[in-house]
């Protein structure tokens, strides 16, 4: 039985069905069209994230110093628990920014090296690492979609019981 092979000039053949997908030269330049971005994007929430960890020592002292100053002057301008309370909200950013560039980046490596050796496994660990990535981010909009809305609430229910009052 001989094996031939299509002449160039023919289309490949269309898959038969879902399962069937195969990546051509379009899809390809695409991809890695995308490595490039997605590794761009991640590596400048990394950056990002060591800004903010460089904050938390500058931000920290400053207002403990500033805590000090106005507490040897008599007012109560800031207060330790403010001073925590921001140190507290920077880690939170710092790992709310981390998880996904680092999703990311997995994503934009394992995407490039598949490309690159053809490899199927390296393929779908990619596309894992960006269903994680995007599965975070979905999580995170759901969270505060729902926080805005019990700010909402809060506030209507404020509204009426102290705009009753007046």
Known sequence: MEI???PVDEPAPVPSGLFDLTIDGTARTY???TTRWT???AI????FCGLLFLCL???GPLLSSLYTFSAVRGDSFVQPMDTRGLLVGIILQILLLLFPSLFLFRFSTSLKIALQSNDQQRLNLAF???RIFYRFLGILLLI???LGVLMLLFSVIMALLFGARG
């Open 31 to 33: 991809l890695k069209n």
């Open 144 to 146: 505060f979609l729902s």
């Open 128 to 130: 894992k690492n960006m």
């Open 57 to 59: 020592f500058i931000v």
């Open 4 to 6: 031939t092979t299509p």
């Open 44 to 47: 400048t929430g990394f950056v």
């Open 39 to 41: 590794r761009f994007l």
